[in-house]
């Protein structure tokens, strides 16, 4: 670009590409059990126009439509077994056939595994798509088990707080009903140390294999729910 004019053109250029460049992502989001993944997978979802996605929204929906995918997971399902790594990637890349995903996705909640990871890979890979961002949400053990056993559910309305970060007027009485709040199962310190045992054994392996991808990206998930989008808004471009 030897003059202004033509530099000028260069840089407008550039900056279209790389906008279109950006709303074409495809997002992976890695975290532990209450990291906030999900929190984020949103904000990311509403910032960049993109779905977000889940596998249980996708079985739900399937299943509720009667697919031909949904009903061979609800035969899993109903026998109280996992449903296939190969049948849940038939049922996301479905998922990503529609409409709303022509500027790409946050992915939320698979794969959990290498197995899946590399399934997932080799689905894209067939239509000529990649992952473009896997992005982890690192939060230490003892933050989590702090976060989740301080949260509280209503028996009566099912409206969800928590003790510390977002108490009711009235401890132990919800604010939108007046039913008593409960300590659930899933959030009890012991369930969630399982379950965190498992994630390091099954899935932290993912941040490794995402890495080697070269499409690895970490936000600090004990930081404010703000500070940490604003820490994945300045990785994904703005």
């Given amino acids: 670009c030897p003059d202004f004019s033509g530099r000028v ?26 990291a906030g993944k999900g ?6 979802a509403a910032q960049y126009s993109i779905p977000h996605i889940s596998t249980g929204d ?27 790594d190969s049948l ?5 890349m479905d998922r990503f056939k529609e409409a709303d995903c022509a500027n790409g996705y946050v ?11 590399e399934a997932l ?13 896997a992005i982890n949400v690192e939060v230490p053990d003892e933050n989590i088990i702090n976060r989740m056993s301080g949260r509280r559910a209503c028996v009566g309305c099912g409206a969800t707080y928590h003790i510390k970060y977002n108490p009711t007027k009235v ?34 392996p993912l941040i490794d294999y995402y890495n080697k991808a070269g499409v690895l990206a970490e936000v600090d998930g004990t930081k404010d729910m703000e500070d940490v989008f604003k820490d994945i808004v300045n990785i994904l471009g703005k």
């Fill in 107 to 117: 992915l939320d909640g698979f794969p959990r595994t290498i197995p899946q990871a």
């Fill in 121 to 133: 890979d080799n689905a894209l890979k067939a239509n000529g798509e990649k992952v473009d961002f």
């Fill in 9 to 34: 053109i260069c840089v407008l250029i550039g900056k279209l590409k790389n906008k279109i460049w950006r709303r074409r992502m495809k997002i992976i989001m890695l975290g532990a059990p209450g």
């Fill in 58 to 84: 996708i079985f739900r929906a399937n299943i509720k439509n009667n697919t031909e995918l949904g009903q061979k997971a609800k035969t899993y399902m109903d026998k109280g077994e996992l449903v296939p």
């Fill in 88 to 92: 849940v990637v038939d049922l996301i």
């Fill in 39 to 44: 929190t984020q997978a949103k904000k990311i």
């Fill in 171 to 204: 401890e132990g009485v919800c604010d939108a009903c007046g039913e008593k709040l409960i300590l659930r199962d899933d959030d009890k310190p012991e369930t969630v140390k399982n379950r965190l045992s498992v994630y390091h054994e099954q899935t932290q």
